[in-house]
């Protein structure tokens, strides 16, 4: 899988640009502020019809523009494929695949895959539960294309039932909705809850390996979470979806007290530990970065596994922050499929791993 070339025009600070790229290692150099996390997110967003840093259009337009267009050509699934999406201020979205129209985001994405690694990425390990479970959807969104229909439909359900357990007080007509929101709910959780559990028991004995070769030896361990009536959560959705009512029944006095829907999958987590020790409260900068890192290149092998072929590969200022055999580690680990880093020490990184070097200055990409 990899893309030969991407077009720009009017996004974020690209007025019109456009690039080639070698099929294995690009090193993209340039100053701050010149749009070098901006050219990544561009090909995440051809790659998964999502932006990493904002869930609207409308930032992603450039100054002043009205409308953006993103295109790309390369190779995946064993043939080309060209992808283009066109944005609008005040309008939906276009999206085409080999000239044809796509209708949801469901049905654009997943013709390229990629694995983003950025600074925020830290938080995967010292953040919020709520960044661990952004691991799981976005990883298995391109990796299952039913998960982001499921996801949508659970999102749905649970601004639903949040609505009528905040306002039935006022508005006592909603309490008889409760019981459909319920099952809803409980449904979507299910499956959401089943393909998550997968995910993480595929995903723990990769990151287990590669973790243990990356710190030196330090035993890093994954532990899906979810609520507490479900006993094995890999079970078959149906057979979870009794578990998650009872659940439901227990918190049914506590949700109308609180206003809070305390049942489903929002409450998942995935607990990371380090040496037998919770990683969110023990990690120090060091290890939580060495962490994130090795979840990441564990996402990829999965990726290369499910599919058969590697996703591209996308570092945002990532090796600034490691000493030298950390760097050697990483850049020794990426070889396979295309990779894109930014960085600001372009003919370092480039001699040490042979990568073509693209500079970004302004809005424009220089070969």
Do not use: W
Request: charged share 30%; with cysteine; net charge neutral.
């Amino acid at each position: 899988m990899y893309l030969d070339r991407v077009e720009l025009r009017g996004f974020r600070n690209y007025a019109d640009s456009s690039a080639g790229f070698s099929r294995e290692i690009n090193v993209i150099s340039g100053l701050n502020a010149q749009g070098k996390t901006n050219l990544l997110e561009a090909i995440y967003l051809l790659c998964t019809g999502r932006s990493f840093r904002t869930r609207s259009d409308r930032e992603l337009l450039g100054f002043d523009r009205d409308e953006a267009r993103l295109y790309a050509q390369g190779f995946s699934g064993g043939r080309e494929h060209k992808i283009e999406l066109l944005l609008h201020r005040g309008r939906r979205r276009e999206m085409l695949v080999n000239g044809v129209k796509q209708k949801t985001a469901q049905s654009f994405s997943g013709f390229f895959s990629a694995v983003l690694f950025c600074p925020e990425d830290l938080e995967l390990i010292r953040g919020g539960a709520a960044e661990r479970r952004r691991l799981m959807d976005d990883c298995i969104s391109q990796l299952r294309p039913r998960y982001a229909a499921a996801l949508n439909e659970f999102n749905r359900a649970y601004e639903g039932k949040t609505r009528i357990l905040r306002d039935y007080e006022e508005k006592p007509s909603l309490l008889p909705l409760l019981d459909e929101y319920d099952v809803r709910l409980a449904k979507m959780s299910a499956e959401l809850i089943h393909m998550r559990a997968q995910f993480a028991r595929a995903l723990a004995p990769e990151c287990r390996r590669i973790h243990g070769e990356f710190s030196g030896g330090e035993e890093l361990s994954l532990r899906y979470t979810t609520v507490k009536t479900v006993d094995d959560p890999t079970r078959p959705a149906d057979e979870l979806l009794p578990m998650i009512l009872e659940h439901q029944r227990r918190h049914r006095e506590a949700e109308l007290a609180s206003g809070l829907c305390l049942t489903g999958a929002h409450k998942d987590d995935l607990e990371i530990e380090i040496n037998g020790a919770p990683a969110r409260a023990f990690a120090s900068q060091g290890q939580a970065r060495t962490a994130a890192l090795s979840v990441k290149l564990s996402e990829l092998e999965l990726h290369k596994r499910v599919r058969g072929e590697y996703p591209l590969l996308l570092l945002d200022d990532v090796l600034s922050e490691l000493d030298e055999t950390r760097q050697d580690f990483i850049l020794n680990r990426i070889g396979g499929g295309q990779v894109f880093i930014t960085c600001c020490e372009d003919e370092k990184i480039a001699a040490r791993t042979g990568g073509r070097v693209l500079t970004v200055e302004n809005g424009a990409i220089l070969s």
